[in-house]
Nanobody, 122 residues
Framework: QVQLVESGGGLVQAGGSLSLSCVAS????????MGWYRQAPGKQRELAAT???????EYADVVKGRFTISRDNAKHTVYLQMNSLKPEDTAVYYCSADLYDSTSPSGYVEIWGQGTLVTVSS
């Protein structure tokens, strides 16, 4: 079974930076798109950024120019560099991965990490 484990969350002052990491562990898997989502208190989970296996990226408008997503396919790891953080970036950040699965109608199965808390103080 494949698991995603995030790390790197914490408390930072507004204007500061944090770097998140997410590593997929298990055996016999291959990953297509990986991404970072976030859920603030009382709000729905929303997209922060995604990256395809080939390196194509997408960002939510609210993080463009401040966040950078990257990945290391050999290490099954995705990163999120967050700069110029704002109090409104405070949320639990979740890693996601689309695993190739020939038994799934879509060809993929999406899995999630347990989340890591990012708190930005004003």
């Amino acid at each position: 079974q494949v698991q995603l484990v995030e790390s790197g969350g914490g408390l930072v002052q507004a204007g500061g930076s944090l770097s998140l990491s997410c590593v997929a562990s298990g055996s016999g898997f291959s990953i297509n798109t990986m991404g970072w989502y976030r859920q603030a208190p009382g709000k729905q989970r929303e997209l922060a950024a995604t990256i395809t296996r080939a390196g194509g990226t997408e960002y939510a408008d609210v993080v463009k120019g401040r966040f950078t997503i990257s990945r290391d396919n050999a290490k099954h790891t995705v990163y999120l560099q967050m700069n110029s953080l704002k109090p409104e970036d405070t949320a639990v950040y979740y890693c996601s991965a689309d695993l190739y699965d020939s038994t799934s109608p879509s060809g993929y199965v999406e899995i999630w990490g347990q989340g890591t808390l990012v708190t930005v103080s004003s």
